[in-house]
Protein backbone atom coordinates (compact mmCIF):
# COMPACT_ATOMS: atom_id res chain seq x y z
CA UNK A 1 0.00 0.00 0.00
CA UNK A 2 2.80 2.59 0.74
CA UNK A 3 4.77 1.36 -2.69
CA UNK A 4 1.90 2.26 -4.41
CA UNK A 5 1.51 5.71 -2.80
CA UNK A 6 5.09 7.09 -3.58
CA UNK A 7 4.55 5.27 -6.89
CA UNK A 8 2.17 7.76 -7.50
CA UNK A 9 3.53 10.50 -6.84
CA UNK A 10 2.68 13.97 -4.91
CA UNK A 11 1.42 14.93 -8.16
CA UNK A 12 -0.57 11.92 -8.70
CA UNK A 13 -4.84 12.72 -8.73
CA UNK A 14 -4.72 10.15 -5.65
CA UNK A 15 -2.33 12.14 -3.79
CA UNK A 16 -4.45 14.20 -1.04
CA UNK A 17 -4.16 17.99 -1.67
CA UNK A 18 -3.52 19.80 1.06
CA UNK A 19 -5.28 23.24 2.01
CA UNK A 20 -3.15 26.33 2.21
CA UNK A 21 -4.16 28.18 5.39
CA UNK A 22 -4.93 32.05 6.01
CA UNK A 23 -2.25 34.00 6.81
CA UNK A 24 -2.53 34.99 10.20
CA UNK A 25 -2.45 39.34 10.87
CA UNK A 26 -0.87 40.72 13.49
CA UNK A 27 -3.90 42.73 15.10
CA UNK A 28 -7.19 40.50 15.10
CA UNK A 29 -10.33 42.24 13.59
CA UNK A 30 -8.43 44.88 10.56
CA UNK A 31 -11.31 46.22 9.61
CA UNK A 32 -12.88 47.39 12.69
CA UNK A 33 -8.76 48.78 14.36
CA UNK A 34 -9.15 50.57 10.72
CA UNK A 35 -11.99 51.79 11.30
CA UNK A 36 -11.52 53.19 15.35
CA UNK A 37 -8.32 54.46 13.77
CA UNK A 38 -9.79 56.83 11.02
CA UNK A 39 -12.90 57.53 13.49
CA UNK A 40 -9.82 58.99 16.51
CA UNK A 41 -7.94 60.80 13.50
CA UNK A 42 -10.83 62.55 12.02
CA UNK A 43 -12.29 63.10 15.98
CA UNK A 44 -8.81 64.44 16.92
CA UNK A 45 -6.98 65.95 14.06
CA UNK A 46 -9.64 66.20 11.03
CA UNK A 47 -12.47 68.04 12.89
CA UNK A 48 -11.01 71.24 14.37
CA UNK A 49 -8.60 71.42 11.29
CA UNK A 50 -11.85 71.32 8.76
CA UNK A 51 -13.64 74.20 11.62
CA UNK A 52 -10.75 76.18 11.40
CA UNK A 53 -10.40 75.75 7.32
CA UNK A 54 -14.05 76.53 7.22
CA UNK A 55 -14.35 79.76 9.40
CA UNK A 56 -11.87 81.06 7.23
CA UNK A 57 -14.06 80.57 4.17
CA UNK A 58 -16.48 83.04 5.78
CA UNK A 59 -14.17 85.88 4.63
CA UNK A 60 -13.85 87.21 1.27
CA UNK A 61 -10.79 87.27 -0.85
CA UNK A 62 -10.08 90.38 -0.28
CA UNK A 63 -10.74 90.23 3.74
CA UNK A 64 -8.36 87.04 3.96
CA UNK A 65 -5.72 88.45 2.13
CA UNK A 66 -5.72 92.00 4.07
CA UNK A 67 -5.90 89.78 7.39
CA UNK A 68 -3.00 87.55 6.30
CA UNK A 69 -0.92 90.29 4.69
CA UNK A 70 -1.10 93.30 6.94
CA UNK A 71 2.34 94.47 7.90
CA UNK A 72 2.72 93.63 11.42
CA UNK A 73 1.32 90.11 10.58
CA UNK A 74 4.28 90.16 7.66
CA UNK A 75 6.65 91.11 10.35
CA UNK A 76 5.57 87.89 12.49
CA UNK A 77 5.86 86.09 9.96
CA UNK A 78 9.52 87.03 9.26
CA UNK A 79 10.57 86.80 12.67
CA UNK A 80 8.94 83.47 13.39
CA UNK A 81 10.12 81.93 10.59
CA UNK A 82 13.64 83.66 10.18
CA UNK A 83 14.33 82.69 14.21
CA UNK A 84 12.95 79.35 13.80
CA UNK A 85 15.38 78.82 10.35
CA UNK A 86 18.41 80.75 12.59
CA UNK A 87 17.39 78.50 15.56
CA UNK A 88 17.74 75.23 13.22
CA UNK A 89 21.08 75.57 12.20
CA UNK A 90 22.39 76.43 15.40
CA UNK A 91 20.88 72.94 16.43
CA UNK A 92 22.46 71.41 13.65
CA UNK A 93 25.94 72.57 14.46
CA UNK A 94 25.60 72.04 17.70
CA UNK A 95 23.46 69.33 18.62
CA UNK A 96 25.71 67.03 15.88
CA UNK A 97 28.64 68.21 18.39
CA UNK A 98 26.59 66.59 21.30
CA UNK A 99 25.33 63.54 19.69
CA UNK A 100 29.07 62.96 18.93
CA UNK A 101 30.27 63.39 22.29
CA UNK A 102 27.72 61.06 24.02
CA UNK A 103 28.35 58.36 21.16
CA UNK A 104 32.17 58.51 20.70
CA UNK A 105 33.46 59.26 24.67
CA UNK A 106 33.03 58.17 27.94
CA UNK A 107 33.30 60.52 30.36
CA UNK A 108 31.77 61.19 34.26
CA UNK A 109 28.15 62.26 34.48
CA UNK A 110 27.75 60.98 30.90
CA UNK A 111 24.21 59.71 32.11
CA UNK A 112 23.41 62.57 33.33
CA UNK A 113 23.85 64.96 30.61
CA UNK A 114 21.92 62.50 28.04
CA UNK A 115 19.20 62.88 30.75
CA UNK A 116 19.52 66.12 30.90
CA UNK A 117 19.02 66.62 26.67
CA UNK A 118 15.65 65.43 27.01
CA UNK A 119 14.94 68.18 29.85
CA UNK A 120 13.35 70.17 27.00
CA UNK A 121 10.84 67.57 26.05
CA UNK A 122 9.52 67.19 29.45
CA UNK A 123 9.66 70.77 30.89
CA UNK A 124 6.85 72.95 30.31
CA UNK A 125 7.45 75.84 27.78
CA UNK A 126 6.18 78.65 30.16
CA UNK A 127 8.67 77.39 32.90
CA UNK A 128 11.70 77.22 30.31
CA UNK A 129 10.46 80.57 29.32
CA UNK A 130 10.23 82.07 32.52
CA UNK A 131 13.79 80.79 33.41
CA UNK A 132 15.23 82.10 30.29
CA UNK A 133 14.62 85.25 30.99
CA UNK A 134 15.05 85.17 34.74
CA UNK A 135 18.99 84.09 33.76
CA UNK A 136 19.39 86.08 30.51
CA UNK A 137 17.35 90.07 31.25
CA UNK A 138 19.46 92.81 32.62
CA UNK A 139 18.96 92.01 36.25
CA UNK A 140 19.54 88.49 35.80
CA UNK A 141 22.76 86.28 36.04
CA UNK A 142 23.74 86.49 32.30
CA UNK A 143 22.15 89.36 31.62
CA UNK A 144 23.89 91.60 34.36
CA UNK A 145 27.29 90.58 33.10
CA UNK A 146 26.94 91.71 29.83
CA UNK A 147 24.84 94.98 30.34
CA UNK A 148 27.69 96.67 30.94
CA UNK A 149 28.55 95.96 27.06
CA UNK A 150 25.33 96.36 25.56
CA UNK A 151 24.70 93.19 24.77
CA UNK A 152 20.99 92.40 25.29
CA UNK A 153 19.70 89.04 25.10
CA UNK A 154 15.80 89.29 26.50
CA UNK A 155 13.08 91.24 25.39
CA UNK A 156 14.14 91.61 21.34
CA UNK A 157 14.63 89.13 19.03
CA UNK A 158 17.99 87.63 20.25
CA UNK A 159 15.37 86.05 23.02
CA UNK A 160 13.29 84.47 20.65
CA UNK A 161 15.92 82.67 18.92
CA UNK A 162 17.80 81.36 22.46
CA UNK A 163 14.33 80.23 22.99
CA UNK A 164 13.72 78.41 20.34
CA UNK A 165 17.25 76.75 20.18
CA UNK A 166 16.43 75.50 23.48
CA UNK A 167 13.58 73.74 22.73
CA UNK A 168 14.84 72.58 19.55
CA UNK A 169 17.99 71.20 20.64
CA UNK A 170 16.54 67.69 21.48
CA UNK A 171 15.24 67.00 18.08
CA UNK A 172 18.55 67.14 16.72
CA UNK A 173 20.45 64.97 19.26
CA UNK A 174 17.81 62.54 19.22
CA UNK A 175 17.43 62.00 15.61
CA UNK A 176 21.27 61.58 14.91
CA UNK A 177 22.25 59.89 17.79
CA UNK A 178 21.26 56.08 17.41
CA UNK A 179 22.27 56.63 13.36
CA UNK A 180 26.24 57.30 14.71
CA UNK A 181 25.58 54.50 17.22
CA UNK A 182 24.97 52.12 14.01
CA UNK A 183 27.65 53.73 11.89
CA UNK A 184 30.43 51.27 10.90
CA UNK A 185 33.30 51.78 12.30
CA UNK A 186 35.17 49.45 10.61
CA UNK A 187 35.22 51.93 6.90
CA UNK A 188 36.34 54.65 9.70
CA UNK A 189 39.24 52.45 10.18
CA UNK A 190 39.87 51.73 6.60
CA UNK A 191 39.67 55.31 5.61
CA UNK A 192 42.33 56.04 8.06
CA UNK A 193 44.75 53.31 6.58
CA UNK A 194 44.67 54.51 3.00
CA UNK A 195 45.39 57.67 4.53
CA UNK A 196 42.63 60.15 5.00
CA UNK A 197 42.84 62.43 7.01
CA UNK A 198 40.38 63.39 9.93
CA UNK A 199 38.69 66.18 7.84
CA UNK A 200 38.70 63.60 4.65
CA UNK A 201 37.42 60.53 7.47
CA UNK A 202 34.37 62.50 8.22
CA UNK A 203 33.50 64.25 5.56
CA UNK A 204 33.19 61.72 2.70
CA UNK A 205 32.38 58.58 5.31
CA UNK A 206 30.64 59.62 8.15
CA UNK A 207 28.74 62.57 7.00
CA UNK A 208 27.12 60.84 4.10
CA UNK A 209 25.88 58.33 6.89
CA UNK A 210 24.60 60.31 9.75
CA UNK A 211 23.38 63.46 6.66
CA UNK A 212 19.91 62.41 5.99
CA UNK A 213 19.56 62.31 9.93
CA UNK A 214 20.67 65.45 10.48
CA UNK A 215 18.54 67.03 8.09
CA UNK A 216 15.89 65.79 9.41
CA UNK A 217 16.32 66.71 13.12
CA UNK A 218 16.82 70.12 12.02
CA UNK A 219 13.39 70.29 9.95
CA UNK A 220 11.92 68.84 13.34
CA UNK A 221 13.42 71.91 15.12
CA UNK A 222 12.60 74.28 12.82
CA UNK A 223 9.03 73.02 12.40
CA UNK A 224 9.33 73.06 16.42
CA UNK A 225 9.95 76.65 16.34
CA UNK A 226 7.70 78.01 13.85
CA UNK A 227 4.57 76.74 16.32
CA UNK A 228 5.87 77.66 20.12
CA UNK A 229 4.42 79.90 22.05
CA UNK A 230 4.92 79.40 25.84
CA UNK A 231 8.69 79.73 25.74
CA UNK A 232 9.13 82.48 23.27
CA UNK A 233 6.21 84.96 25.09
CA UNK A 234 8.15 85.45 28.29
CA UNK A 235 11.16 86.42 26.48
CA UNK A 236 10.58 88.41 23.04
CA UNK A 237 9.00 91.75 24.96
CA UNK A 238 5.96 91.47 22.44
CA UNK A 239 6.63 94.50 21.17
CA UNK A 240 4.63 94.92 17.33
CA UNK A 241 6.84 94.74 14.04
CA UNK A 242 9.92 94.05 16.28
CA UNK A 243 9.70 91.04 18.34
CA UNK A 244 5.55 89.62 17.90
CA UNK A 245 5.43 86.13 17.09
CA UNK A 246 2.64 84.84 14.79
CA UNK A 247 1.35 82.41 17.69
CA UNK A 248 0.97 86.00 19.37
CA UNK A 249 -0.79 88.00 16.98
CA UNK A 250 -3.21 84.68 16.63
CA UNK A 251 -3.85 84.57 20.41
CA UNK A 252 -4.79 88.78 20.11
CA UNK A 253 -7.19 88.14 17.11
CA UNK A 254 -8.80 86.09 19.36
CA UNK A 255 -8.99 88.69 22.57
CA UNK A 256 -10.04 90.99 19.97
CA UNK A 257 -12.81 88.51 18.84
CA UNK A 258 -11.89 88.76 15.46
CA UNK A 259 -12.38 84.80 14.98
CA UNK A 260 -11.91 84.43 11.63
CA UNK A 261 -8.92 86.74 11.12
CA UNK A 262 -7.30 84.79 13.36
CA UNK A 263 -8.70 81.41 11.83
CA UNK A 264 -7.25 83.01 8.58
CA UNK A 265 -3.72 83.88 9.60
CA UNK A 266 -3.62 79.85 11.35
CA UNK A 267 -4.70 78.48 8.35
CA UNK A 268 -1.15 80.07 6.72
CA UNK A 269 0.35 78.64 9.62
CA UNK A 270 -1.53 75.31 8.96
CA UNK A 271 -0.14 75.33 5.49
CA UNK A 272 3.34 75.59 6.46
CA UNK A 273 3.10 73.20 8.67
CA UNK A 274 1.80 70.76 6.07
CA UNK A 275 4.89 71.86 3.94
CA UNK A 276 7.30 71.12 6.70
CA UNK A 277 5.24 67.50 7.22
CA UNK A 278 5.97 66.88 3.56
CA UNK A 279 9.49 68.02 3.76
CA UNK A 280 9.76 65.54 7.11
CA UNK A 281 8.64 62.55 5.54
CA UNK A 282 10.77 63.14 2.32
CA UNK A 283 13.88 63.08 4.66
CA UNK A 284 13.35 59.98 6.77
CA UNK A 285 11.76 58.36 3.81
CA UNK A 286 15.52 59.35 1.97
CA UNK A 287 17.43 58.21 5.47
CA UNK A 288 15.65 55.12 5.13
CA UNK A 289 16.51 54.26 1.34
CA UNK A 290 20.05 55.12 2.61
CA UNK A 291 20.43 53.21 5.19
CA UNK A 292 18.62 50.63 3.15
CA UNK A 293 21.51 50.63 0.61
Known amino acids: MTAAVSAAGPHSPAAPSVAKRPAKRVLPGFKLTL ?16 ALVFKTFTLT ?11 RVIASYQLTFGASFLAAVVNAVFGLLVAWVLVRYQFPGKKIIDALVDLPFALPTAVAGISLTALLASNGWIGSLLEPYGIQLAFNRNGVVIALIFIGLPFV ?9 DAEKELEEA ?21 PALLTGFAMAFARGVGEYGSVIFIAGNMPMLSEITPLIIIGKLEQYDYAGATAVATVM ?10 INGLQSWQRKRSGS
Open 270 to 279: LLASFFMLLV
Open 61 to 71: WDQFVAAVSSP
Open 173 to 181: VRTVQPVLE
Open 35 to 50: GFTLFYLSLIVLIPLS
Open 191 to 211: ATCLGATRWQTFRFVIFPTIG
